[in-house]
Structures are given as C-alpha cells and as structure tokens.
C-alpha cells in the first residue's frame, strides 16, 4: 500500500514540474516574440481568441511604428518571477522586463487548449 502512495506521489509531483515548464516555455517564448516585435512569430503561443483579437490589433498598430523605434529598445532582459498554476487549464506567469526604454513587471494568463499552454489575453 504504502509503496503505491509513493508512486502517485513522484508521479503527480513529475506531472506537476512538467507542467510548470511547459507553462513557463510558453510564456517565455511569446515574451521572447512580443520584445523583438516580432508579433507572427509570438501568434503560435496565444489562444484563438488572443489572436483574433490583441494580436489583430498589435499587428495594425506595428504598421506605424518606426524601426528606429524598435531597435533601440532591444536587446530585452526577461525574468519568469511567479508561476501559479491553478487548475489544469488555468495559469499565470508574473514576469520582468527590462529593455533600454521599459522597465516593468507585469503578468500573463495562460490557458491550456488541446495539451499546449498558450497565452489567453483577448480583449
């Protein structure tokens, strides 16, 4: 009896590290996307409805942004702080970021939508 505990145990606490990275990769790589201006690229890691929304209207306002803008703040230094997940499609990431204009921390919601955490943000 006892060892069976143990097994569900390690194998919930493996699930639960396992998720925690897939929630962190997620979020790292849309921040990842998002602070070089990348908006196409940072699009595969939000959900449908982030796309069809916040992304629509960050792709049309990057229209008017001038280059010069963009590459001057860059390089971005970005910290994962806290990761909450609190359910099994619900989760936050709390995040800093420091670029040579910005200096903020600030959260992303994330939900899970068919096995892949992705960033849910609609507006």
């Not at 201006?37 to 990057?62: G, Q």
């Not at 963009?70 to 420091?98: E, F, G, M, W």
Request: overall charge positive; glycine content about 2%.
């Amino acid at each position: 009896m006892k060892k069976s505990l143990i097994v569900v145990a390690v194998g919930l606490t493996m699930a639960s590290c396992s998720n925690r990275a897939a929630v962190e990769r997620s979020a790292y790589q849309y921040l990842v996307h998002t602070s070089a201006y990348d908006i196409e690229a940072a699009r595969h890691y939000v959900t449908p409805e982030t796309d069809s929304t916040t992304m629509v209207v960050a792709r049309n306002l990057m229209v008017d942004v001038d280059s010069t803008y963009t590459a001057s703040d860059r390089p971005a230094q970005l910290s994962l702080l806290r990761t909450t997940i609190t359910d099994d499609t619900t989760a936050t990431v709390c995040y800093h970021k420091r670029t040579p204009l910005k200096n903020f921390t600030d959260s992303l919601a994330l939900r899970r939508r068919d096995g892949r955490w992705l960033i849910h943000n609609p507006m």
